[in-house]
């Protein structure tokens, strides 16, 4: 079992930058695959970034240069730094860890981007 606790959502000004952090129950030097997911209101969830244990890391095309995804393991925690936010970044932001061919879910924080 691994429980995934996000932080660092909020409001702020297109253009801005935030930091979300994802703080596992577990070690995730062992898990395969972590990931940001976003669901904006009337849209399907999807992938924002996501970074195997080996630290190869993967993008969606609208965030590409602008987020980065990291994990410091001695942390057990995973990053998303979003820097010149848009109007459309606006949405939940979950954390995600496949392990044993299982997805694990953190509750999600609100990332709100206004003009």
């Known amino acids: 079992q691994v429980q995934l606790v996000e932080s660092g959502g909020g409001l702020v000004q297109a253009g801005g930058s935030l930091r979300l952090s994802c703080a596992a129950s577990v070690s995730i030097a062992n898990i395969d695959i972590m990931g940001w997911y976003r669901q904006a209101p009337g849209k399907q969830r999807e992938l924002v970034a996501a970074?195997?244990?080996?630290?190869?890391?993967n993008y969606r095309d609208s965030v590409k240069g602008r987020f980065t995804i990291s994990r410091d393991n001695a942390k057990n925690t995973v990053y998303l730094q979003m820097n010149s936010l848009k109007l459309e970044d606006t949405a939940v932001y979950s954390c995600?860890?496949?392990?044993?061919?299982?997805?694990?879910w953190g509750q999600g924080t609100q990332v709100t981007v206004s003009s």
């Open positions: 995600n860890a496949f392990r044993y061919l299982t997805h694990y």
């Open positions: 970074i195997t244990s080996g630290g190869s890391t």
